[in-house]
């Protein structure tokens, strides 16, 4: 299925119009939330970057935008700002090649780290982002974006994210994307529903208790030294599960070596 779309650097009018449309079919923006290509032109001249994804008809199915920033210690990283793929190819692996695509472009620029931001009630991009990619977790923002968004798809729930920290030199991500999967114990967890989305459908008092039990138990186990490095679902078909270890700082520890 991916081998059926080509992915590239965005770098036209025509390519940012298309990124313009897919945040309005993916996420249901109205024009107020909607980055303008004025911005992806910007972001372009800027240090940034945007990589969409192409089928055969060079129609945008999906595309990933990053921005550069830089830590409060002043070492440049990138920010990828968002990432949208049209919902029927979703899990076609679309996603992670263009989150490649930003390892790729981020190793070649000698930037040591991408970061970005997820809903933690999202079990499919739990295991993209961390599983797959290699990413891990040391920061939980309360209702990051406050209630003011348009899209339909935050109605009814703070819009609490995880933070995910994607060190892209490091052993670690060269693992997770290689498929090694690490077999060391988780010290504690925390459950989140297999689909989220079904549950705010059936009953949103549901859904919002779940936010704040997985919020709970972020905040719990972040204050005591632990990360999130790991993801697992459960083969039965009951709720997934968050996993965090003991902080070694192991991915500044491997960037400091080189």
């Known amino acids: 299925m991916t081998s059926e779309y080509t992915i590239r650097e965005c770098t036209t009018i025509e390519d940012f119009a298309g990124c313009i449309n897919l945040q309005r079919v993916v996420w249901q923006f109205e024009d107020l939330d909607v980055t303008p290509v004025r911005g992806f032109v910007v972001a372009r001249n800027s240090g940034g970057f945007t990589y969409g994804a192409f089928d055969a008809h060079d129609q945008m199915v999906g595309f990933a935008h990053a921005l550069p920033a830089f830590t409060p210690e002043q070492k440049p990283y990138y920010y990828s700002q968002m990432m949208a793929v049209l919902s029927h190819l979703r899990n076609t692996g679309i996603g992670a ?38 990413g891990v977790v040391r920061t939980y923002k309360i209702n990051f974006y406050g209630h003011a968004s348009s899209s339909t798809l935050h109605r009814g729930l703070d819009t609490d994210r995880l933070f995910v920290e994607w060190w892209v030199n490091s052993q670690h991500v060269a693992d ?83």
């Open 176 to 258: 997770a994307v290689a498929g090694k999967r690490r077999t060391d114990a988780p010290v504690a967890s925390v459950e989140v529903p297999r689909d989220i989305e079904a549950i705010k459908h059936r009953n949103m008092q549901e859904a919002q208790n779940w936010q704040a039990q997985i919020r709970a138990g972020f905040q719990k186990y972040l204050s005591e030294g632990l990360y999130c490095a790991g993801f697992e679902t459960d083969a039965d078909g009951g709720h997934s599960r968050y996993l965090f270890y003991q902080d070694e700082h192991q991915e500044e520890k491997e960037l400091a070596r080189g």
């Open 97 to 134: 090649r263009l989150k490649l695509a930003q390892r790729d472009h981020a190793l070649r620029t000698g930037i040591p780290l991408i970061t970005w931001t997820f809903d933690p009630l999202q079990s499919r991009n739990a295991y993209l982002n961390i599983i797959k990619l290699g």
